[in-house]
């Protein structure tokens, strides 16, 4: 048995996960209902998402906005995002997404109503974890059937 664990794409694990947790939501919102089950989901992936960003930043060593720039590649590997970069600096990113595959993995399991939760809400919870300076602006995405997904970050000033 190697002591090395193979490397997984953000897009694998995720795949990954809603196999195993897209049965568990339906479940709870059955027993539950779809409000009650939905709120604890959220606050789970939430609170875990906060605290991937902050061990994010950690494992950068910077939580600088051009810091979590550099981490766009995690979220892109195997083409799991295609991005439009539209403008780079030190107090601001703005991209838009015109390709999601995490939107297209849900869709496939039949999970597409739960992606939002499971992974779009993840992204202004990471930043918050990664930078509480740096906010997030996204109107749209195509996990809801918008054309492109439009993330803007900024860095906050006093």
Request: charged residues 25%; proline residues 3%; contains cysteine.
């Amino acid at each position: 048995m190697s002591d090395e664990t193979p490397h997984l794409t953000l897009l694998q694990r995720r795949e990954i996960e809603a196999k195993i947790v897209g049965p568990l939501i339906l479940g709870f919102i059955e027993a539950m209902g779809r409000d009650a089950a939905l709120a604890v989901v959220r606050s789970t992936v939430s609170k875990l998402a906060r605290e991937g960003g902050a061990d994010l930043a950690t494992r950068l060593g910077d939580a600088s906005l051009n810091g979590f720039a550099q981490t766009l590649e995690l979220w892109r590997e195997g083409g799991a995002l295609e991005i439009d970069l539209l403008e780079q600096g030190p107090e601001v990113l703005s991209f838009n997404v015109t390709r999601c595959r995490y939107a297209e993995l849900y869709q496939a399991l039949g999970l597409a109503d739960l992606g939002g939760s499971l992974s779009c809400l993840r992204d202004f919870a990471l930043v918050e974890g990664f930078n509480k300076s740096i906010e997030l602006e996204r109107t749209q995405t195509l996990m809801e059937g918008a054309p492109f997904c439009d993330f803007r970050f900024r860095t906050r000033t006093k």
